[in-house]
């Protein structure tokens, strides 16, 4: 049941902030300092600034061409890399751990970076936008290219839901990769791909990591002598 309760956990605390968002932000950032709080308890944390520097600079050098807004955008685009590279990583470790191995190679996940895209070329669509009071720019795109990006998507994300099922018909199905990803594609369907609050979305996404890297199944309600 704390399994269950953990896998589930990270898209509700995803979809409560994200709706906090926008209604009323300040709940939101409470809800974020909470996570965060959690995550620090861990006392695990690993900063890696050699990570942050490349994101920066870039930032730094197109806001400097182009305005604060462009340097947002450059950012924007950083984390949502940087978020589906690591929710990717995520899928393949549970897969391997399943004992899927071809389930975690880059082919078989290659449609977990459809859904990413299709939310990018939205966003970049209807740029500009505002995050947290500042302004988010990405290039224009016509509308030709999201609606591109969100039929590869569909047919990606069909494909992918059609060999599961057929996994679970034969009772092969890796529930824990499977559920992980069918999470991945809801989030930044959610986050970018539905919803035009660009900062709603960041608020979502936020949180789904907040939540990965303080588990539920990780804490206890019960003193330990």
Do not use: C
């Amino acid at each position: 049941m704390n399994d269950r309760l953990s896998d589930v956990a990270p898209l509700f605390a995803a979809l409560s902030v994200g709706a906090a968002a926008m209604l009323w932000p300040p709940l939101a950032l409470l809800l974020l300092a909470m996570l965060g709080a959690r995550v620090l308890m861990r006392g695990d944390i690993k900063i890696d600034l050699a990570q942050l520097a490349g994101p920066a600079l870039a930032a730094l050098v197109v806001g400097a061409f182009v305005g604060v807004a462009g340097a947002i955008g450059v950012l924007f685009i950083w984390r949502l890399f940087a978020d589906t590279r690591w929710s990717v990583m995520e899928a393949a470790r549970l897969a391997m751990r399943a004992g899927r191995p071809a389930d975690a190679s880059a082919k078989a996940l290659a449609h977990a970076w459809t859904t990413p895209l299709y939310g990018l070329a939205l966003v970049a669509f209807t740029a500009p936008h505002m995050v947290a009071g500042l302004p988010l720019d990405l290039p224009h795109v016509p509308v030709w290219v999201p609606v591109a990006v969100g039929v590869i998507a569909v047919g990606a994300v069909f494909d992918w839901g059609l060999r599961r099922a057929a996994d679970w018909r034969l009772g092969e199905l890796a529930t824990a990769p499977a559920l992980h990803l069918l999470t991945h594609h809801a989030i930044f369907l959610v986050a970018y791909g539905l919803t035009l609050d660009v900062s709603a979305g960041i608020a979502a996404m936020a949180a789904w990591r907040l939540a990965h890297a303080a588990p539920l199944r990780q804490l206890s309600f019960t003193a330990v002598p």
